[in-house]
């Protein structure tokens, strides 16, 4: 859980934290000395002589015995020089020397020369000086001059290592910080990965982050978005905003770009600007003291968010309480001012990249989104000049076979009613006169239909009412020999009218053969069942591509002619190749003027399949013939085209691991020479969904 914070200053959340100072060394101050001088140890027989009180000057003379000398060496304060004057009587009961040098520590030997010897085996660059038993005060106070410069000089050598290595680990974890912001994209785990260290390397106690966002009506305002707090580990954290103004500390640093450093937030400088909102301690319970509120400036030098630090400790992981605040809390020094400063800034210039990222994606699905749907427009642009072009061609023989079925309906409908009348005579007088009359009338009803007779029958008809049957039979009698020989003299036989239809029924098949052929031609265009990579008649697909554009060409007096020369099958993606040609013909019959020509001719070159496609149109200039290929590049007027073909055209090549190229004619117009090696790379591997991408320009 995470815990809230004062409207406008104060700390949050919880985070574990390591065990690095403010700059992330060992933060926990040092005990206070009770003496900054150098420490003499000596024995308590010297320490009351003549000699031992002419070195007091030289720094803190403490007598000790020969058991309390390592002891007292061991556990002086960390850094402070310290010198043994070494005699006879700090040497054991055994002989020995009770002691391991710590630190900055040095020895002058006062022992005798037959010690002198052991003394530099065993504590070699430490003995410092050998003197006589009873020296001088002067030679002593040099000899203790002299070890004191060197133990400074180890001291300063360890605390330049110390340092060091120090300065080494922070590098290294400033390399793995520059890492981690580089590559986190989520903007709430960047936020609070970079709190958590902001808040490691000044052994804060707590900290939160505003973001500077707008509100409805353009204003800046601050979002608290982040807290952290390790004294109060389990408040909810609310998010809330306050306008970006200088009257609270987030506002004022957002406002001037400026970082803010106060060792104590109750008592603020009377002419600051800014104040300490003190709520969130009142409901909490916490103790707010030292703060450091950091501007997080992009690379733009613009303030996109603040980040507070409250309550630099003596260590991370000290326990901070009310009692003990002021033995517990230090004030933000200089070197964490510098370095969460450059935190602050990389976190901005991380959260503008990242913001800047999530543009770059959502920009690049519209653009891919754009791209297809400029691409199917495309498609669907050729698609409407092969609908065109299609029905023109299948309208002919689909006008022709129409009217011959209707022709060839009509005529064996006059042949039935014929048939009908001739076997009503044929069957003679014989038989129930009511059951003729009825069959007659039936023959009637059909005859009526008949635009030539139809009148007739209608009358027949209607004179049939007022007669007798006898007299029924003979006017029907009369009347049916009369049409069946008016209807002979008129059309013929009734075997010469079914040869006539036979020939219409027969011109029916051709315009329908003709229309197959168109369609199969269409299919065989589109290779709707062959969108793999395989072998395929190119001149076929050539042909039916022709074909198809045939009827634009003949409306723009445009003459198409080829010579198509491929032995065998190559391999290729049939549909694809096809969309290539169809682009470069219509293209070049849109260039080329009434009476002028468009040519397609294939060749097997060496190791390439070439397709040439030549006209003798207007030609493309010096300044277009460069990007022909670009997508969206068009000369074409606004409204015909996108743009696309020639780039669609190119990929499409390109998957096929040829090449395309155009060429000015020497008379007039250009040559478009595409190229396809016979025996591609693996063609086994070309999958379908790899030669989509070959459609995306």
């Given at each position: 859980?995470?815990?809230?914070?004062?409207?406008?200053?104060?700390?949050?959340?919880?985070?574990?934290?390591?065990?690095?100072?403010?700059?992330?060394?060992?933060?926990?101050?040092?005990?206070?000395?009770?003496?900054?001088?150098?420490?003499?140890?000596?024995?308590?027989?010297?320490?009351?002589?003549?000699?031992?009180?002419?070195?007091?000057?030289?720094?803190?003379?403490?007598?000790?015995?020969?058991?309390?000398?390592?002891?007292?060496v061991a556990?002086?304060?960390?850094g402070?020089?310290?010198?043994?004057?070494?005699?006879?009587?700090?040497?054991?009961d055994?002989?020995?020397?009770?002691?391991?040098p710590?630190?900055?520590?040095?020895?002058?030997?006062?022992?005798?020369?037959?010690?002198?010897?052991?003394?530099?085996?065993?504590?070699?660059?430490?003995?410092?000086?050998?003197?006589?038993?009873?020296?001088?005060?002067?030679?002593?106070?040099?000899?203790?001059?002299?070890?004191?410069?060197?133990?400074?000089?180890?001291?300063?050598?360890?605390?330049?290592?110390?340092?060091?290595?120090?300065?080494a680990?922070?590098?290294?974890?400033?390399?793995?910080?520059?890492?981690?912001?580089?590559?986190?994209?989520?903007?709430?785990?960047?936020?609070?990965?970079?709190l958590?260290?902001?808040?490691?390397?000044?052994?804060?106690?707590?900290?939160?982050?505003?973001?500077?966002?707008?509100?409805?009506?353009?204003?800046?305002?601050?979002?608290?978005?982040?807290?952290?707090?390790?004294?109060?580990?389990?408040?909810?954290?609310?998010?809330?905003?306050?306008?970006?103004?200088?009257?609270?500390?987030?506002?004022?640093?957002?406002?001037?770009?400026?970082?803010?450093?106060?060792?104590?937030?109750?008592?603020?400088?009377?002419?600051?600007?800014?104040?300490?909102?003190?709520?969130?301690?009142?409901?909490?319970?916490?103790?707010?003291?030292?703060?450091?509120?950091?501007?997080?400036?992009?690379?733009?030098?613009?303030?996109i968010?603040?980040?507070?630090?409250?309550?630099?400790?003596?260590?991370?992981?000290?326990?901070?309480?009310?009692?003990?605040?002021?033995?517990?809390?230090?004030?933000?020094?200089?070197?964490?001012?510098?370095?969460?400063?450059?935190l602050?800034?990389?976190?901005?210039?991380?959260?503008?990249?990242?913001?800047?990222?999530?543009?770059?994606?959502?920009?690049?699905?519209?653009?891919?989104?754009?791209?297809?749907?400029?691409?199917?427009?495309?498609?669907?642009?050729?698609?409407?000049?092969?609908?065109?072009?299609?029905?023109?061609?299948?309208?002919?023989?689909?006008?022709?076979?129409?009217?011959?079925?209707?022709l060839?309906?009509?005529?064996?409908?006059?042949?039935?009613?014929?048939?009908?009348?001739?076997?009503?005579?044929?069957?003679?007088?014989?038989?129930?006169?009511?059951?003729?009359?009825?069959?007659?009338?039936?023959?009637?009803?059909k005859?009526?239909?008949?635009?030539?007779?139809?009148?007739?029958?209608?009358?027949?008809?209607?004179?049939?009412?007022?007669?007798?049957?006898?007299?029924?039979?003979?006017?029907?009698?009369?009347?049916?020999?009369?049409?069946?020989?008016?209807?002979?003299?008129?059309?013929?036989?009734?075997?010469?009218?079914?040869?006539?239809?036979?020939?219409?029924?027969?011109?029916?098949?051709?315009?329908?053969?003709?229309?197959?052929?168109?369609?199969?031609?269409?299919?065989?265009?589109?290779?709707?069942?062959?969108?793999?990579?395989?072998?395929?008649?190119?001149?076929?697909?050539?042909?039916?591509?022709?074909?198809?554009?045939?009827?634009?060409?003949?409306?723009?007096?445009?003459?198409?002619?080829?010579?198509?020369?491929?032995t065998?099958?190559?391999?290729?993606?049939?549909?694809?190749?096809?969309?290539?040609?169809?682009?470069?013909?219509?293209?070049?019959?849109?260039?080329?003027?009434?009476?002028?020509?468009?040519?397609?001719?294939?060749?097997?070159n060496?190791?390439?399949?070439?397709?040439?496609?030549?006209?003798?149109?207007?030609?493309i200039?010096?300044?277009?013939?460069?990007?022909?290929?670009?997508?969206?590049?068009?000369?074409?007027?606004?409204?015909?085209?996108?743009?696309?073909?020639?780039?669609?055209s190119y990929?499409?090549?390109?998957?096929?691991?040829?090449?395309?190229?155009?060429?000015?004619?020497?008379?007039?117009?250009?040559?478009?020479?595409?190229?396809?090696?016979?025996?591609?790379?693996?063609?086994?591997?070309?999958?379908?969904?790899?030669?989509?991408?070959?459609?995306?320009?």
């Amino acid at each position: 859980m995470v815990n809230t914070v004062q409207a406008d200053d104060a700390a949050s959340t919880t985070t574990s934290g390591g065990t690095t100072g403010p700059t992330g060394s060992a933060a926990d101050p040092s005990p206070r000395p009770e003496s900054s001088s150098p420490l003499l140890l000596c024995s308590v027989a010297f320490a009351g002589s003549v000699t031992g009180a002419a070195c007091r000057s030289a720094g803190e003379l403490r007598p000790v015995g020969p058991r309390e000398l390592g002891t007292a060496v061991a556990t002086r304060r960390p850094g402070r020089a310290c010198v043994v004057l070494l005699d006879e009587h700090l040497l054991c009961d055994d002989g020995r020397v009770e002691l391991q040098p710590v630190g900055p520590t040095r020895l002058i030997s006062l022992l005798p020369g037959s010690e002198v010897e052991v003394l530099q085996q065993r504590f070699g660059d430490a003995l410092s000086a050998i003197l006589s038993p009873e020296p001088g005060a002067a030679a002593l106070l040099v000899a203790i001059r002299t070890a004191l410069r060197d133990a400074a000089a180890d001291d300063r050598l360890l605390s330049l290592e110390a340092e060091r290595r120090r300065l080494a680990g922070e590098i290294t974890k400033l390399n793995r910080i520059g890492i981690a912001l580089s590559t986190e994209r989520d903007q709430e785990r960047l936020l609070n990965f970079i709190l958590t260290t902001a808040r490691d390397f000044t052994c804060s106690d707590a900290g939160s982050l505003y973001i500077v966002e707008k509100d409805a009506s353009g204003n800046r305002r601050l979002r608290f978005n982040n807290s952290q707090n390790d004294s109060l580990p389990h408040l909810e954290l609310v998010k809330f905003t306050i306008p970006v103004s200088k009257a609270t500390l987030a506002g004022y640093v957002a406002v001037t770009g400026e970082p803010v450093n106060i060792p104590d937030a109750y008592l603020l400088d009377p002419k600051a600007e800014y104040s300490f909102n003190p709520a969130f301690d009142q409901r909490t319970g916490y103790r707010t003291r030292s703060m450091l509120v950091l501007p997080m400036k992009n690379q733009d030098d613009q303030v996109i968010g603040v980040l507070q630090l409250i309550n630099r400790k003596i260590s991370r992981t000290a326990t901070l309480t009310a009692a003990d605040i002021d033995n517990v809390v230090l004030p933000y020094d200089d070197a964490a001012l510098e370095l969460t400063l450059s935190l602050a800034s990389q976190t901005a210039i991380s959260l503008t990249n990242n913001q800047l990222y999530e543009g770059l994606k959502d920009s690049l699905v519209e653009l891919k989104q754009t791209q297809a749907q400029l691409v199917q427009g495309e498609k669907l642009a050729s698609l409407g000049q092969l609908t065109a072009g299609v029905a023109h061609e299948i309208n002919n023989p689909l006008a022709f076979s129409r009217n011959n079925t209707h022709l060839a309906h009509e005529r064996v409908l006059k042949v039935a009613r014929r048939l009908a009348v001739q076997r009503w005579l044929e069957a003679g007088v014989g038989g129930d006169p009511q059951a003729r009359v009825a069959a007659a009338r039936a023959i009637l009803d059909k005859l009526k239909e008949d635009k030539d007779i139809g009148p007739d029958a209608k009358d027949v008809i209607a004179d049939l009412g007022s007669m007798p049957a006898p007299k029924q039979l003979e006017l029907l009698k009369m009347f049916f020999s009369y049409v069946s020989q008016s209807r002979e003299q008129k059309e013929g036989s009734i075997d010469e009218v079914l040869a006539r239809t036979q020939k219409v029924l027969e011109e029916c098949f051709i315009g329908l053969d003709r229309m197959a052929e168109i369609v199969l031609g269409l299919r065989n265009f589109a290779r709707l069942d062959e969108a793999q990579f395989q072998n395929a008649d190119i001149d076929e697909g050539i042909r039916q591509t022709l074909m198809i554009l045939s009827n634009n060409a003949r409306d723009k007096g445009v003459k198409l002619t080829s010579d198509l020369t491929l032995t065998r099958p190559y391999a290729c993606f049939p549909a694809k190749l096809n969309q290539v040609v169809l682009n470069l013909v219509n293209n070049a019959i849109d260039a080329t003027p009434r009476g002028g020509e468009v040519h397609v001719d294939t060749r097997v070159n060496g190791v390439w399949v070439e397709i040439a496609v030549r006209d003798n149109g207007e030609g493309i200039s010096d300044a277009n013939i460069s990007k022909i290929f670009d997508p969206f590049f068009t000369t074409k007027p606004v409204g015909k085209g996108t743009g696309l073909g020639l780039s669609i055209s190119y990929r499409i090549v390109m998957e096929h691991q040829g090449t395309i190229a155009v060429t000015r004619n020497e008379t007039a117009g250009v040559t478009f020479l595409i190229r396809i090696p016979t025996e591609p790379k693996d063609p086994g591997t070309r999958t379908e969904g790899a030669a989509k991408a070959a459609e995306s320009p």
